[in-house]
């Protein structure tokens, strides 16, 4: 079984920047398309990037030009890049294949940007 834990949110100010990483427990992850999504508080969860095993990227309007998917095959693991934080972009964060199984939701991490 495959475990994808997410970190590097945080509280940014709009404009501001983060980076997050998803780990995977297992080298299986790196030949599958992964992807990130997110759940504001009230919504429902949407995927506003994702990057294949080899490494093409497909990103939702909302975030596209702003933030950056990649991944490292070697430490299993896929980033996200975010550049031009707005205050809409404030939700918790997952990563997930994609499509997504549920079998590999985790608990997110918090972003939260605001000044």
């Known amino acids: 079984q495959v475990q994808l834990v997410e970190s590097g949110g945080g509280l940014v100010q709009p404009g501001g920047s983060l980076r997050l990483s998803c780990a995977a427990s297992?080298?299986?992850?790196?030949?599958?398309?992964v992807g990130w999504y997110r759940q504001a508080a009230g919504k429902q969860r949407e995927l506003v990037a994702r990057?294949?095993?080899?490494?093409?990227?497909n990103y939702s309007d909302s975030v596209k030009g702003r933030f950056a998917i990649s991944r490292d095959n070697a430490k299993n693991t896929v980033y996200l890049q975010m550049n031009s934080l707005k205050p809409e972009d404030t939700a918790v964060y997952y990563c997930?294949?994609?499509?997504?199984?549920?079998?590999?939701w985790g608990q997110g991490t918090q972003v939260t940007v605001s000044s």
């Open positions: 990057v294949t095993g080899g490494g093409s990227s």
């Open positions: 997930n294949t994609w499509p997504p199984s549920t079998a590999y």
């Open positions: 297992k080298s299986i992850f790196n030949i599958v398309t």
